[in-house]
């Protein structure tokens, strides 16, 4: 009778229930919110390059920086986080997909009873227990899509935060070799003043300057005096904001770096196809938060469908324990149960409802993220353009000023001219080179900001 009633029931669950498909809508990428490629130039829309940036020792050639780059990775607590939590999500994503699958138990009990003024009895039994949720609406798997993307996305946020990571170093590195160069130029500077006062004193006793070139020199040393303290004041704070970042710094145990004037990087392409930029670990984060919107939008939906779960026994009981396996004790049920949502006050409509709007915000979210990409590969592709040519422009100036500086300390020494001549001129010299050296930071950290733009870093 019992396997009749089971048989009867199972042809009303399928008709009762949709088809075993998710009720998701079907998911379609949003068209690219800016054009179709970022240029630096209008000239150059010819030259659309496909490749994407280039590896991370590739595009680093300083053996030094790498270095930090490997410490400040496998260090940096924030990053360390970033890690646990792509672990989390992959660990609630396993605990969302275990839910589709059929669960089994088994339970094994000794069961005594009796009444206060009577006998009592004692019962064995053994029982195997599957249950098991068909997803007929498709609720299960919407979730466990929601999930895996919400754990892919967890993992390319990872990813982003290293591409910043790495940037953040490399500026950081850039900073500190700026300080350093600065305090050496400041330093060779007041050495060299200080030698313009010994010649100015050697002058002065066969009669050939006067006491006012004496103190004017000494004035320029006061001030490269003054120049070098703050220098080392910039570059002592340039160094705690690496060690910041790495956790820590030992500079003895690092090769030497070249002069900024001398590091290179690898080429990167003068402009780029608006598609490159869907291979940003940023925008592939907001990718998956809109895909795993979409799949909550089908949980919402199979909330408006019944809902069945099939369970059952396997086993056997007796009253004594030596007949718990005979054939007279084996037992078996079979339980299918359909839940049909009558009436929840509107909530299965407000939860589809709120599905709906964040879908509309993760795709707003996703057009919002790619259009940041846009403007900052563009910005730093109008960057560079910009500093080669200030960069060539001030490399000819210096050029002039020590020329000046040259003429000006001969015309000095034949008396053709005053010491302030010669005190203007290596000020412009000074500055001169102190410009450059900026600028030349400004060029290699505009290009690792392409390099990070570009989505490079991730390996």
């Not at 910039?234 to 030992?250: C, E, K, M, N, V």
């Not at 109008?382 to 000819?396: E, F, M, N, V």
């Amino acid at each position: 009778m019992l396997m009749f009633r089971a048989r009867a029931i199972l042809p009303v669950l399928l008709l009762l229930a949709p088809s075993a498909c998710s009720l998701a809508p079907e998911y379609s990428r949003p068209d690219l919110p800016v054009p179709e490629s970022v240029e630096a130039a209008a000239q150059d829309r010819a030259a659309v390059t496909e490749s994407s940036a280039p590896g991370l020792r590739d595009f680093f050639r300083d053996r030094r920086l790498l270095l930090l780059l490997e410490t400040g990775l496998e260090r940096n607590k924030d990053l360390r986080l970033a890690f646990l939590a792509v672990s989390e999500a992959a660990a609630q994503y396993g605990l969302q997909g275990s839910e589709i699958l059929p669960r089994l138990e088994a339970q094994v009990a000794d069961e005594y009873a009796g009444a206060f003024r009577g006998g009592s009895r004692e019962e064995y039994s053994l029982m195997v227990m599957p249950s098991f949720d068909p997803d007929f609406s498709g609720r299960l798997r919407s979730l466990n899509e929601a999930a895996l993307h919400r754990y892919l996305a967890t993992e390319e946020a990872a990813k982003a935060l290293r591409i910043s990571l790495i940037s953040q170093v490399a500026q950081a590195y850039l900073d500190e070799r700026l300080a350093g160069e600065l305090h050496e130029l400041a330093a060779r500077t007041l050495e060299s003043r200080l030698a313009s006062v010994d010649f100015i004193e050697h002058r002065i006793r066969s009669g050939q300057s006067s006491l006012q070139d004496l103190e004017q020199a000494r004035s320029l040393v006061e001030a490269g005096a003054a120049e070098l303290a703050a220098q080392e004041q910039a570059r002592i704070r340039a160094r705690h904001a690496l060690d910041l970042l790495l956790g820590t710094f030992d500079p003895r145990v690092l090769p030497e770096s070249p002069p900024l004037l001398e590091q290179e990087l690898a080429l990167l392409p003068r402009n780029a196809p608006s598609s490159i930029l869907l291979a940003r670990p940023d925008v592939m984060e907001a990718e998956h938060l809109l895909q795993a919107a979409n799949a909550d939008i089908g949980a919402a939906r199979a909330a408006f469908f019944p809902s069945v779960s099939l369970t059952g026994q396997l086993g056997y009981m007796s009253g004594d324990l030596d007949a718990l396996f005979t054939p007279g004790s084996s037992l078996w049920s079979f339980l299918p149960k359909i839940t049909l949502p009558l009436f929840s006050g509107g909530r299965n409509r407000a939860n589809l409802e709120l599905a709906e709007i964040r879908k509309e915000i993760s795709i707003l979210q996703y057009e919002k993220t790619i259009q940041k990409a846009f403007r900052e590969v563009a910005d730093a592709l109008l960057t560079r353009a910009s500093l080669a040519d200030r960069l060539a422009a001030q490399r000819r100036y210096l050029d002039s000023q020590r020329l000046v500086l040259r003429l000006a300390g001969n015309n000095y020494a034949n008396g053709a001219a005053s010491y302030l001549e010669v005190l203007d001129a290596q000020r412009g010299v000074f500055d001169a080179e102190r410009t450059l050296l900026g600028l030349r930071r400004d060029q290699l950290a505009n290009d690792i900001s392409l390099y990070s733009a570009l989505g490079g870093g991730t390996e």
